[in-house]
Antibody, heavy 121, light 110 residues
Framework: QVQLQESGPGLVKPSETLSLTCTVS????????WSWIRQPAGKGLEWIGR???????NYSPSLKSRVTMSVDTSKRQFSLKLSSVTAADTAMYYC???????????????WGRGTLVTVSS | QSVLTQPPSVSAAPGQRVTISCSGS????????VSWYQQLPGTAPKLLIY???KRPSGIPDRFSGSKSGTSATLGITGLQTGDEADYYC???????????FGTGAKVTVL
């Protein structure tokens, strides 16, 4: 079955750029939108954005100015870059597979285990 | 800042039934599918209900979902200690062109 694995630095300095990659195994990267979702410790889920294999993207309005997502279909990977990070960006970051409906993403049926990113000097 | 509102917590004794509400608007729940996620302590969320009321393979029928207007409800019957978790609703928001999650509800088995 499809599995997702997040990877990237666990510690990022304030004002720098957070970079994460999600590797898809056991299935195709096409036909789905792939999302990044984060969760600060003890808090709720926050959708960051999504990318299709074609490169089409949607970003959360609150993070749009700092987010860039990309996809490498040959490696079956998609990536997240979040610039100008602060302590408020410290969170568990999940990648997830989004199934598509007539309007937007219907749900997330496959999730990675998550990777903890701490923003600190 | 969550767009969908859930009660912070619900609780009941083993074997009982609980319901969790999720309140939104016409731009999300009112015109798009609702899904529900279960997050056990220390783990990633798991899809519990999709398309308002469908269960993925392997999810017991003790879990059910419904939607009416701009609100949705998750029901859990025959409550078990293993159901203690955080539960989130979610839906696409057509006005924001973004996916929105609920504030989350913690289920406690008394």
């Amino acid at each position: 079955q499809v599995q997702l694995q997040e990877s990237g630095p666990g510690l990022v300095k304030p004002s720098e750029t957070l970079s994460l990659t999600c590797t898809v195994s056991g299935g195709s990267i096409g036909s789905y939108y792939w999302s990044w979702i984060r969760q600060p410790a003890g808090k709720g889920l926050e959708w960051i954005g999504r990318i299709h294999a074609s490169g089409s993207t949607n970003y959360s309005p609150s993070l749009k100015s700092r987010v860039t997502m990309s996809v490498d279909t040959s490696k079956r990977q998609f990536s997240l870059k979040l610039s100008s990070v602060t302590a408020a960006d410290t969170a568990m970051y999940y990648c997830a597979r989004g199934r598509v409906g007539l309007s937007g993403t219907r749900d997330f049926d496959v999730w990675g285990r998550g990777t903890l990113v701490t923003v600190s000097s | 800042q969550s767009v969908l509102t859930q009660p912070p917590s619900v609780s009941a004794a083993p074997g009982q039934r609980v319901t969790i509400s999720c309140s939104g608007s016409t731009s999300n729940i009112g015109n798009n599918y609702v899904s529900w996620y279960q997050q056990l302590p220390g783990t990633a969320p798991k899809l519990l209900i999709y398309d308002n009321n469908k269960r993925p393979s392997g999810i017991p029928d003790r879990f059910s979902g419904s939607k009416s207007g701009t609100s949705a409800t998750l029901g859990i019957t025959g409550l078990q200690t293993g159901d203690e978790a955080d539960y989130y609703c979610g839906s696409w928001d057509s006005s924001l062109s973004a996916y929105v999650f609920g504030t989350g509800a913690k289920v406690t088995v008394l």
